[in-house]
C-alpha cells in the first residue's frame, strides 16, 4: 500500500499555531528519487505527490564506478516498471564521502538533473534545528525531519543501521542529542572477525538467553543485549529531556528488535527516505 507522507505536521507541537515555513503544496505531481547512501546499504525510495511508490536497496561498495552504479539503478528501475526520465527531482543523503561523487555522477547521467545534496548549507531551511552541523550524519538529520514531522512533538529515533544511532528532538523541534553505538550486525560481524571459533550467525532471537549452542549464545547475547540497549538508552533519555518523548524505530534491522519489546511507538523502515522526501520540499 502506498503511504502518505502528510502535511498536518506545520502546526507548532506547543502553541498549535502555524509555524513560519509555508506547508509545501499537496498535489506535486513531480517524481522524486530518493537516495540514501549508508556504509553497509544504498537504499533509494520514489515518491509522486507524496506517495512513497518503490525502494530499492544495494550493497554499498565504495570502489564502484559511476558506470556501474549508473547500470545497477537503471536495472533496478526497469525491472520495477519505472521510467528514469519521469524522475524530475533527486534528493541524496550521504554518510560516505567517498561515494558521494559517483552517486551524484550517476544521477546527472541517468536522470538528468542535478541532484540536492544534503549538507550543513541547507540545514537552516529546516523545520528542525540542527547541532554539530558539521559532524552530524545527514542521515540522521533527514530522520529528525521525519519523526518530529509524524508525531508533531518531541521524539527519539531509534536507528538500526550500520551504527545503533539514537536522536533526541525537542517539543519545540530541536535536536538535543545523539548516542551511537556499534550496530547488530556490526557487532556480530566483529565478534566473528576477531575470535577464532566464534561464527557469524543470523540475526535472529533464539528460543531462549539461554543458548544451547554457540549460535543461540551469540544471538542471545546481541538480539537480547541490544533490546536491553535500546530500552535503557531510550529511558535514560526520556529522563533527561524531561518531557514526554514518543519513540520511532527505523533502518535495515528495526524489524528483529521491535517485536521483542514495546518501547517503539512507532516502526518506520523507511523514514530516513521519508524525512529526505520532506527535506526536498523546502530545499
Known sequence: MDRIISDSWFL?????????????????????????????????????????????????????????????????????????????????????????????????????????????????????????????????????????????????????GTALTFTCVSADGKILGVSIAPGLGTAVGALSRD????????LAPPPSVLGQNTVQAIQAGVVYGYTGLVEYLTARMKREMGEPAKVVATGGLCRVVAPLTDVFDFVEPDLTLDGLARISRFV
Do not use: H
Request: hydrophobic share 45%; glycine share 6%; net charge negative.
Open 195 to 202: 575470535t577464532a571459533q566464534l561464527p557469524n550467525v543470523p
Open 12 to 160: 507548532d507541537p506547543v502553541t498549535s499555531l502555524p509555524l513560519d515555513i509555508p506547508p509545501p503544496p499537496v498535489d506535486d505531481p513531480l517524481m522524486l528519487m530518493a537516495i540514501d547512501i549508508g556504509n553497509t546499504n544504498i537504499v533509494g525510495g520514489v515518491y509522486q505527490e507524496l506517495q512513497l511508490l518503490e525502494t530499492l536497496r544495494i550493497q554499498t561498495v565504495a570502489k564502484k564506478t559511476e558506470d556501474e552504479y549508473v547500470t545497477t539503478f537503471r536495472a533496478i528501475l526497469v525491472e520495477r516498471g519505472i521510467d528514469a526520465g519521469s524522475i524530475d527531482r533527486v534528493i541524496i543523503s550521504s554518510v560516505v564521502p567517498a561515494l558521494t561523487g559517483a552517486i551524484t555522477a550517476m544521477v546527472f547521467r541517468l536522470f538528468r538533473t542535478e541532484p540536492v545534496v544534503l549538507g550543513p548549507a541547507l540545514y537552516s531551511r529546516l523545520p528542525v534545528r540542527v547541532i554539530a552541523q558539521d559532524e552530524i550524519g545527514t542521515d540522521l538529520v533527514a530522520d529528525a525531519v521525519a519523526a518530529y514531522g509524524k508525531v508533531q512533538g518531541a521524539c527519539i529515533v531509534v536507528d538500526f
